[in-house]
C-alpha cells in the first residue's frame, strides 16, 4: 500500500509540472529584457506590460470582450437556472430529451458550432457584431451554467420552501429569504465561470465577430507578428492571473454548494 | 362513516369528506374527521396510506378536489398554507441552512413587525422551551438529527398555532433518543396545551403518545378511536392486523342470539361472541380474532379445563417480560400464539407438550367476511 | 394527450431556453445539413439538391488524407490522455484523503485559463529558437537545435493531451469514487491480489468514468482548429482547418459544411459504437 502510494504521488507530481509548465513560461518571458522568446534570461524588464498600455486596439478588444463575457454570462445563468429549477422541481413530458439537447453544446467540436451558426446568420443576412458573438457564446455557456445550477437547485429540497410557507411568508418572501441566498453561490459561480470561458473563447468569437475583434481574436492576430511576442506574454500573464481569481472565487462558492449539498444530502437519508 | 366526523363543539380541525387524487390513484377517499382543541391526535397506518396527504390538505399544502376543511369553525379551503393558523414539523425538518439556529427560530416571526430586543428574547425563551439553551449562534447545519428536531418544533411553537402538525418527526431518530422525544413530545404538548397532530406510522409512538388515533388504510380512516379501544375493540380486521398481534380464525356463523354470535370454527369448536363486538357488513362467514395474551395457558387439574382447548408446543421464545408459545393444532396446519407474562404461575410446557388454554368471550372481536 | 400540472409548470420555465437552443443549435445545425446539398458558385447559392460536394469530400485524397489524419490525431490524444488521467484519478479517489477537493482544484485550474494560449506556448516551447532548443543549447546538451519538435503530428497530439487532460481525470475520478469500498474489502477477503482487484473490480466499476471521458476528448478534439493551425505545421494540420478554409477563403461554404457533417458523422458514429461496446459496463448505472 505504502509503495503504491509513493509511485501514484509521483504520477500526480509529473502530471501537474506537465499541466503547469507551460503555464509558468508566461510570467517568466514577460518580464524578461529580450525581443526573443528563449534561455537564457538576459534581464528584468517591464517594458512589455508598458507597451500594452499604448496598444488602442487592444484596449478595443478587451472593451469588446468585457462586454460579450458580462452579457453571455448572464443570459446564460438565466437560462441555466431555468433549466435548472424546471428540472428539479418538476417532472414533465420531454424534461430528459430537452435538457440533454440544451447540454449538447459541451461536447460539439466549437468548429462546427462556429460554421453552423455563420451559415444561418449569412443566410439570414444578419450584420456580423458584438451580439452575434454574446448570442454563440450564451449558447456555449448555457450548459455549464446549466450543471452549475442543477447542483444548486438539488439542495433547495422543496420542503425548505414549504417550511417558509408554512411559517407565514409570501411567495416573494420565502424567494427573497430561502431561495435566493440558496442558490446564490450556483448563480455567483455559474456568471464567474461564464464570464471566464467567454473571455477566453477563440473559435465562435472568431466565426461570429464583425469588425471588432475581441481579445483572444486580437492575440490571434498578434500571434503573426514575432515582434509582438513578448507583449503577447505580458497580455498572457495578466490573463492568467485574472482567471485564477476569479477561478480561485468560483471554487469558493463552489463549496458552499457543496456543503449545502452535504446537508441536504443527509437530509434525503432520512 | 362515523368517525368522529361533523362538525361538533370544541373541534378545533374538520375535515368533512375529503377527497385527494394524484395521478388517478385516491390517496384520501372521503375521509371525515374531528379533531378536539387540546388533544393530541395520531393519524397512524403504513406507509401510503394517505396520512401524510392529509395532513398536508390541514397544512394547506395540498388542495382536495371534494370536501371541506374547517379550521377553528372556518372553512380554509382556499387559504393558502402562510395564512392558517397551523404550523408544521417536516419529516426532515426542513431546518434552513444558510440560517443560524436563532435566525430559524425566529424566522415566522420576521412578519410580526416585533422589537428585535423582544424577538430575541421569544427565541431564547422558545429554544429553552426545547431544551436548546445557549444554540442561539450556533450554525445549523452543524446539529445532530435530535437537535435538528428540537429546533424544528421551536420554530414552530414560536408562532404559537392553534394546530401543530408533525409529519413524522421520530423516525430520523434513533431507538433510544426516539423513545426520550416520545415522552418530551407528549410533555411539550401537554405544556403547551396547543392541539398536537401527529402523522407516524409507528404504532407504539401512536399508542403511547395519543389522546386519540386515527388509524388509516388506502385513503381511508377505518377507525377513530383511544389508544385502548383502538387495541382492544378494533373495528376492521385491518386495524385489529396492524395494531400489536393477533390471532385469527376463520368461522361460520351458527346461531344469532339477542346479544351474542355462536359461530363455529374447527380448532376452537363452539366460540361465542358479544354482538357489539362484531363488525361489518354482515354475511355467514366470520374472522374471529383475539389477542395471543387473552389466550390463558391452564394446566390439566385446573378447575376449568373442561372448557379448554388444547394443541401442542411446538415453538416457545421468551422475551424478558413475557413468553411466546407458538401452538398447532392437532391434524391441522393451523398455528395460534400465545403469550403470557405470567411467568410464575402459569404452566411452562416444553416443545412438543400438548398444552390446554382457555379464553374469555369478552376478548373476542369478529368480522364479518365479505 | 393532455398536459398536466407539471407538464405546463416544467415548461413554462423550460421554455424560453429551450426555444433558445432550438434556434441557435438545432436550426442552425438543420441549415448546414441542408447546405451541404447545396452549391455555391462564386457567392451565389444554387438550392438544387446535389450530392457533389459528399463525393468531394468523402473521395478526394486531400480530404480523406485530412479526415484520416484527424481521426488518428484524436484517437491517439484520446488513448493517451486516458492513460495519463485514470493514475491521477486514481490517486486522488483512493490516497487523496482529506484534500481530494484541493487536488482537483489545482487540476482543473489550468482548464480555466485561456485554451488559446496554452497551446501557443507549446509552439514557443517547442519552436526552432524555442524554449526547449535554447535550453537545451544552453545548458550544452545539443550543438543544433532539433527540428522535429514543432510543426507535425506528435506536436498537436503533445499539446492536445495536455489541453484536455484535465477533463479526463473528473469523469473517471467520479466514478472512482462511487465505488463502494466495501467492495474491495470483500475482493481482498476473496483472496485477490492488489493486481486482480484492479482489473476484476476497479476498473470495470470505473468504465462509466472511462467512457464518459472519451466521449468528452475524442469528439471536440476531432474539431480543434486552434491547436493543428499553431503547432501542426503543413504536416498536422486537421479537418477543422480545412473546413475553415473551404467556408471563407475558398468560398465553398457547400463543402464546408458537408465536411462537417461527415465529421460529425464520423464521431457520432464512432462514440456510439463505442457505447454500445461498453453497454455492459454501463448497465446498472
Redesign the interface.
Known sequence: MKQSSKYFKACIVIFLIFLYAPAFLLPIFSFNDSKVIAFPLSGFSTVWFQELLYEDTLHDALRNSLFIAVSSSILATVFGTLVARASSRYQFFGQRASVTFILVPLILPEIILGVCLLTVLIQLGLNLNLWTVVLGHTLLITPFSTLIMVSAFN?L?I??E?????????AV?TFR??IL??VSPGLISSLLIGFVISLDEFIIAFFLTGVEPTLPVYIWAQFRFPAKLPSTMALGTILLIVSLILVSLFEYFRRRIE??NH??ME??Q? | MTNGGGIQEGNIVDLISIQKTFDRIKAVNDVSIGIKEGEFFSLLGPSGCGKTTLLRVI?G?EVPEMGDVLINDKLVNSV????RP???V?????I???LNVAENVG??L??SKLDKNLLQKRVRETLNLVGLDGFDNRSS?ALS?GQRQRVALA??LI?EPRVLLLDEPL??LDKNLREQMQFELRQLQKSVGITFVLVTHDQTEALTMSDRVGVMFDGNVDQVATPEDIYNKPRTKRVASFIGSMNFFDAEVSVRQDNSIIALNNNLGKIRLKKESVFGMEGSKLSVGIRPEKFKLISNDNKEAGRAVSAIVYEKSFLGQTKLFNLRFKDSENVITVSTSDLKNAPNPHIGDAVKFIWDEEDLVGFYEE | MSFSEQDKKGWRLLGLPFIFSLLLLAVPLATMFALSFWTQDYLVLKKTFTLANYKQAWFEPVFQTLFTRSLLISFTVTVFTIIFAFPVAYFISFYGGKRKALWLFLITIPFWTSYLLRMFLWKVILGYNGVLNSFLEWIGAITEPLTFLLYNSNAVVLALVHGWAPFAILPIFVSLEKIDRSLLEASNDLGDTAFKQFFRIILPLSMPGVVGAVLIIFIPTIGDYITPKLVGGPEGLMIANMIQVQFSKANNAPLAAALSVTSLLIVGSISILFVLLNKKHLRNY
Do not use: C, V, W
Open positions: 439542495n429540497d420542503s425548505l414549504e417550511a417558509s410557507l408554512d411559517l407565514g411568508m409570501s418572501q429569504l430561502i441566498p440558496m456543503l449545502y446537508y441536504s437530509l434525503d432520512k | 397544512a399544502f393558502p398554507p402562510n395564512k397551523t404550523n408544521m417536516f419529516q426532515n425538518y426542513a434552513f441552512p444558510h424566522y415566522g420576521r412578519n447545519t438529527g420554530r414552530a408562532l423516525s430520523a
